[in-house]
């Protein structure tokens, strides 16, 4: 049983979450220019969604998917900085031995 459960949950969060995710960030992302950085991802989902956050479903994936991501809470990531990634040009590396070796030149 609990293993239903937890595959009717993912398949909830593919059908109904995962689209209006993307439709949400897809918003962002084409008016990231028009942001200040001071605006925050809260305020934009709150601005452009007013009762999506107030959905105890939509809020987990919009946590998950953009706070856990970067590590903040949505009022303090910027808009306008959220894709500011996107940017960078090469190749992402992993340092099999961490990043002490980084910091010994």
């Known amino acids: 049983m609990e293993w239903l459960l937890h595959k009717l ?13 993307i439709q949400v960030a ?22 452009n969604y007013p ?12 946590r998950a998917e953009m706070e856990f991501g970067y590590g903040a809470p949505l009022k303090d990531i910027s808009a306008k900085l959220f894709y500011s990634d ?11 031995n961490g990043y002490q070796g980084i910091l010994d030149g």
């Open 9 to 21: 949950g993912v398949l909830f969060n593919i059908i109904i979450c995962l689209p209006l995710y």
């Open 26 to 47: 897809g918003k962002i992302y084409g008016k990231r220019n028009s942001y200040t950085v001071d605006t925050t991802l809260k305020e934009v989902i709150e601005d």
């Open 51 to 62: 009762k999506l956050l107030s959905d105890p479903a939509v809020n987990l994936i919009a």
């Open 86 to 96: 996107d940017e960078y040009i090469g190749n992402e590396d992993v340092f099999m």
